[in-house]
């Protein structure tokens, strides 16, 4: 390319004859026409390399890489210790052919869906659920109690109601609660899959939620209905 580069600025720039760029690099003068007509820059193209040294370890590389995906990606192996596993089971070959192996699995694996989480939220859209365990002083003397934290996800209005237990009957009496505060209930509540709610977390979203829960949702829903045409809380 160097080369190249140094004969167009000759003949186009200072102005000298093919010919003479043809003596003074020691090129014929169609080689030097050929440079002079040409476009586009050349492009280094990589064969397709043989790999007798990895194809005996490629089912075994091929199984590390599916088990590694279903780990946390903190989890997961690099080429690079790839590289160093596959030598612990005889490979003598170089850590490129690895590499490369490496890349081109992940590329041809499907394309993961991307997951987003809302940060904007109507008013009267949604609300949260959470427990906390604190340390409180009751007479002189230190306890720790269950805290119930809802939060408006539009307003982000808290409501906290504290407990000494964290039962089921506690969870319906602090959403009862917690519906009177604000004046009407939301369209959804968000849970992080607690166990007094949740019996079973299945395949994806799935649920088996607690039957009584299911029972204070459905008793809400016409709550929710007359709220959402009245003024949602916000």
Known sequence: METIAKIRRRHEVNGERISEIARRFNLSRN???KYLNQSDPQRYQRR???KPQLGAYEDQLKTWLEQDSQ??????????????DLQGAGYTGAYDSVQRFVKRWKQGRPALTKAFVPLVF???DAAQFDWSH???ELGGVVQTIKLTHFRLAHSRQPFLVAYFRESLEMVLDAHDRAFTFWGGIPQRMIYDNPRTLVDAVKVGKARRFNRQFLALANHSLPAM??????GRPQ
Do not use: C, D, I, N
């Not at 780990?71 to 160093?84: D, I, S």
């Not at 209905?225 to 009245?230: G, Y």
């Open 71 to 84: 780990r946390p990606k903190k989890q997961r192996r690099t080429a690079r210790r790839l590289f160093e």
């Open 134 to 136: 604190e340390q409180v």
């Open 122 to 124: 109507p008013a009267g």
């Open 31 to 33: 080689t030097v026409r």
């Open 48 to 50: 397709q390399q043989p």
């Open 225 to 230: 209905e007359s709220e959402a045409k009245a």
